[in-house]
């Protein structure tokens, strides 16, 4: 009977530790996930080749979208949640865009704001600040179309928003009028 000894383990490599240093170092210094900018969940987010592609060349959206508002509104407003430094390049998006494409333009800038408005406020004001300094009737109503729409106020464009006191003015109406409080008890007849 003969004894058989196990052969000895494996080790790694100089050039297995290197890849494994390499792995490691991309999953921790080049992930989005701790890129400091993003109003979005990781798995939400719009890959980085992606957003590079569009801040060197925005007309590929519009060649993308051709004439689906739907498919434009959500790209933009995944860029511009991902990464809301992109804000810088939407008026060259807009310059190249029709007119008729303002408006979607603008609700997706919108929708991007009420997604970074939890996340990063700061990014919200800008995007508010932006869209306050272009001066385009159609953006702006897109943009304040999504706050209508969802009831979350976005950001005061050129006025003030509506002040909540206690009293019974709750709500301010059209004209600058006041409305009454519709959750108070109603006074019963005596």
Sequence with gaps: MSVHTLPEPRRFG?????????????????????????????MERTPSLE?????????????????????????????????PELI???????IKAPAARHYVIGKAIGRAALHCGAAEPAY????STFVDTLRDSDVLTGYTSVQTS???????????????????????????????????EVPLPQ
């Design 150 to 184: 969802n009831g979350v106020q976005l950001g005061t464009i050129g006025r003030a928003g509506p002040s909540v006191s206690g009293g019974a003015a709750l709500f301010e109406g059209e004209f600058g009028t006041e409305l009454a409080n519709p959750f108070t």
């Design 124 to 127: 919200a004001r800008k995007i």
């Design 88 to 94: 810088r390049v939407m008026k060259d998006l807009l």
């Design 14 to 42: 100089s050039g297995c530790k290197w890849a494994l240093i390499v792995i490691a170092a991309q999953l921790t210094w080049f992930s989005p996930a701790f890129a400091g900018r993003g109003c979005l969940p990781l």
């Design 51 to 83: 957003l590079e592609l569009f801040a060197q060349d925005t007309s590929r959206v519009l060649d993308y979208a051709q004439s689906d508002d739907t498919k434009l509104e959500a790209r933009v407003t995944g860029y511009l949640a991902t990464d």
